[in-house]
């Protein structure tokens, strides 16, 4: 069974920037897709940022393009999200996700709280 793991969130302010990263069990070159996605209670879970793991693609959300990045690095199976410029609405549970073997994978997400 793929484990994903999360880590990196926490407290910050607005404006403030935060690195989140995924540790993975498997090879993730071999993976489909990977990305990570966000929830706040009562909402639906939404995607943040997509990433096509053969061409190295990347789809961000409209609410998220010019401040997230999302990288890779297949030497340590992890998959970060570097997250500047953020604001309250960025206040959610972020969820790491991969789909590998006509399956899909989760994280059990790390809070992130953006707060004066």
């Known amino acids: 069974q793929v484990q994903l793991v999360e880590s990196g969130g926490g407290l910050v302010q607005p404006g403030g920037s935060l690195r989140l990263s995924c540790a993975v069990s498997?090879?993730?070159?071999?993976?489909?897709?990977m990305g990570w996605f966000r929830q706040v209670p009562g909402k639906e879970r939404e995607f943040v940022a997509i990433v096509t793991m053969a061409n190295g693609y990347i789809s961000y959300h409209e609410r998220v393009r010019g401040r997230f990045i999302a990288s890779r690095d297949d030497a340590k199976n992890t998959l970060d999200l570097q997250m500047n410029s953020l604001g309250p609405e960025d206040t959610a549970v972020y969820y790491c996700?991969?789909?590998?073997?006509?399956?899909?994978?989760w994280g059990l997400g790390t809070q992130v709280i953006v707060s004066s």
């Open positions: 996700n991969g789909f590998v073997d006509g399956t899909w994978n």
């Open positions: 498997k090879f993730i070159a071999s993976f489909k897709t």
